[in-house]
C-alpha cells in the first residue's frame, strides 16, 4: 500500500481499489481482481484528464498572448485537431488503456504542468498555477523532479519582468509553503517515512548509476539501441522532433537570430529546456532487467513531454499547407504505430502470441507465459 517513490499516487491507487474495488466486482470477482479491475479504471479516468488537457495546451499554442496579435490570425482549425491527434496518437497513450501501474497519474499531471506553464509564460496564469501543479507531480511520482529547470527559468523570465516581479514573488513564497505542506502530508502517509531524504538518495543512485559504467556504458551500442528502443515504444516521432528543434535552435543562435519578441523567446526556451531534459532522461535511465521493452511505462510522461515540446518549438503558430501535410503523416504514421499496439493488448490471445516472439533471453519469455 506504499511506495517510497510514488507515495502520492500509491495511495490514491489503494484508495481507489478500496472505494471501486466492492462496486466492480458484481460478486463475481475476487478481492485481488476486484483490486485490478478498480485501479485499471483509474487509468481510464486519467487518461479522460489527459485528453482534456492536451485539447487546453492546443487551443493556448492556438492563440496569440495577452496584448499580442498575429499577421495571419488564428489557426485553421484542421490544425488543431491535427496536432491534438499527434499528441495522442504517440506510445506512451497505452498507460492510459488500464494500465495498473502508476504512470497514468503522473503523466496527467506533467500535461497539467506544461498547460499551465504555457499559460504562465502567455501572461495568462500566475507563477503559482504550474508551480503548484509541479509540486503535485512529485508527489505523484518523484520522476517529475526533472521538470524543476523548466520552472527555474519559468521563474526567471517572470522576474526579469519589473510589471511582474513582485506578483512572481508572491506566487514563489505560495509555491514554497506547498512544498512544506506536501511534505508533511506525504511524510503521514507511512511512519518513519522522509520523502527528501528519498528523493535525495534516489537522485543520487540514479547519478551513480548512470556513473558506474563510465563514458564506456553510456555510449556503448547496447545501452543507445536500447535509448532508441525505448523512445520508438514511447514515440515514435517524440524525440525525433525534439533533436530537430534543438538543431534548429543551435542553428538560429549562431546565425542573425530569429527576430521574435521577448515573450516568444522564453516560451521557445521552456520548451526546449523541457525537451532537452526528456533527451536527457532518457540517457541516463537504466537498462531495464526484463530485456525488453526498456521501462516504457517508466518514460510514458517523457513520451508526451517530447511530441509536445518539440512539435510546438518547432513552430509555434505556423499554418501552411506545407506544414499541414507533415502534420497529417506524421499522424499517419504515429496511429500506425500506436493503434496496432492498442489492439493487441485488448486480446488476451494476441498479446501472448506477440509476446512469444520475443527475444528476452534469460528464460524471461518462458517464464511470463507460464505465469
Do not use: K
Not at 101 to 130: H, I, K, Q
Not at 144 to 165: C, T
Not at 280 to 291: H, R, T, Y
Amino acid at each position: 500500500g506504499f511506495h517510497p517513490l510514488e507515495p502520492l499516487a500509491m495511495r490514491l491507487q489503494v484508495a481507489a481499489a478500496s472505494w471501486l474495488g466492492p462496486l466492480v466486482s458484481g460478486g463475481r470477482a475476487s478481492d485481488y481482481e476486484s483490486a485490478w479491475n478498480a485501479i485499471a479504471i483509474v487509468s481510464a479516468v486519467s487518461g479522460g484528464a489527459f485528453v482534456t488537457l492536451v485539447a487546453c495546451l492546443v487551443h493556448e499554442v492556438r492563440t496569440p498572448p495577452e496584448g499580442e496579435t498575429r499577421s495571419g490570425g488564428v489557426a485553421p482549425q484542421a490544425d488543431a485537431w491535427l496536432t491534438w491527434l499527434l499528441v495522442l496518437s504517440q506510445g506512451y497513450v497505452l498507460v492510459f488503456f488500464g494500465y495498473v501501474e502508476n504512470y497514468a497519474l503522473v503523466t496527467s499531471g506533467f500535461a497539467l504542468y506544461l498547460w499551465l506553464a504555457l499559460r504562465c509564460l502567455r501572461g495568462r496564469a500566475g507563477l503559482a498555477a504550474p508551480g503548484l501543479a509541479l509540486v503535485l507531480a512529485i508527489a505523484l511520482h518523484f520522476a517529475a523532479i526533472a521538470l524543476a529547470p523548466s520552472f527555474a527559468l519559468l521563474a526567471w523570465s517572470r522576474m526579469r519582468a519589473p510589471a511582474a516581479r513582485a506578483a512572481a514573488a508572491r506566487d514563489l513564497a505560495l509555491v514554497a509553503a506547498s512544498i512544506v505542506a506536501i511534505v508533511a502530508v506525504v511524510r503521514g502517509l507511512q511512519p518513519a517515512y522522509d520523502p527528501v531524504a528519498s528523493l535525495r538518495d534516489t537522485l543520487r543512485a540514479i547519478v551513480a548509476g548512470a556513473l558506474a559504467g563510465g563514458a564506456e556504458s553510456l555510449w556503448s551500442a547496447r545501452h543507445l539501441r536500447e535509448v532508441v528502443n525505448g523512445w520508438l515504444l514511447v514515440g515514435p516521432l517524440g524525440i525525433a522532433c525534439v533533436v530537430v528543434a534543438l538543431a534548429r535552435a543551435r542553428r538560429t543562435a549562431a546565425g542573425a537570430g530569429t527576430g521574435a519578441g521577448a515573450g516568444a523567446g522564453d516560451e521557445r526556451r521552456t520548451l526546449l529546456v523541457l525537451g532537452a531534459t526528456a533527451l536527457l532522461v532518457s540517457f541516463v535511465a537504466g537498462d531495464s532487467n526484463l530485456g525488453y521493452a526498456r521501462n516504457w511505462d517508466l518514460l510514458a510522461p517523457w513520451g508526451f513531454v517530447a511530441i509536445a515540446c518539440g512539435w510546438f518549438a518547432l513552430g509555434i503558430g505556423a499554418s501552411t499547407p506545407r506544414s499541414r501535410r507533415a502534420l497529417a503523416i506524421a499522424v499517419a504514421v504515429s496511429l500506425f504505430h500506436t493503434l496496432p499496439w492498442i489492439a493487441i493488448n485488448a486480446s488476451e490471445t494476441r498479446a501472448l502470441r506477440r509476446f512469444e516472439t520475443l527475444p528476452l533471453g534469460a528464460g524471461r519469455t518462458e517464464s511470463t507465459l507460464g505465469y
